[in-house]
């Protein structure tokens, strides 16, 4: 009989698992918003250092031919760089708030 009892208050007072569930995935949700604002901070780095880079790539003689198609990549690198970190933010604030954006 004691050991039965012993049982049922093992059930009861043993945490659910969606509760240890959702202690984790907020553990998540926090760290994907800090890599996604990490992401936009450097797109905006990028666009912040292309047009000192530019003028040390452009005192090379072998890339004067090809000095747009260099400046278009730095630039694409920023845009994809900053649209991911919104996509992030954006996905993992509606994931904080109890639900799933676009849905």
């Known amino acids: 009989m004691r ?3 012993s049982n049922i208050a093992g059930v009861l ?8 569930r959702s202690s984790m995935d907020k553990d998540k949700t926090t ?9 936009i901070l450097a797109g905006i780095g990028v666009f912040y ?4 880079v530019m003028l040390r790539i452009e005192k090379i003689g072998q890339f004067s031919s090809v000095i747009f198609f260099i400046r278009f990549c730095f630039y694409f690198m920023g845009v994809l ?8 933010v954006y996905n ?6 109890g639900k799933r ?3």
Do not use: D, F, H, M
Request: a positive charge; glycine letters at 20%.
């Open 101 to 103: 954006p676009g849905g």
């Open 31 to 39: 760290i994907q918003l800090v890599w996604g604002i990490a992401l």
């Open 92 to 97: 993992n604030y509606g994931e904080s708030e």
């Open 13 to 20: 007072y043993t945490k659910p698992a969606y509760l240890i």
């Open 49 to 52: 250092r292309i047009p000192q």
């Open 81 to 88: 760089l900053i649209g991911g970190g919104i996509k992030k």
């Open 3 to 5: 050991r039965g009892a």
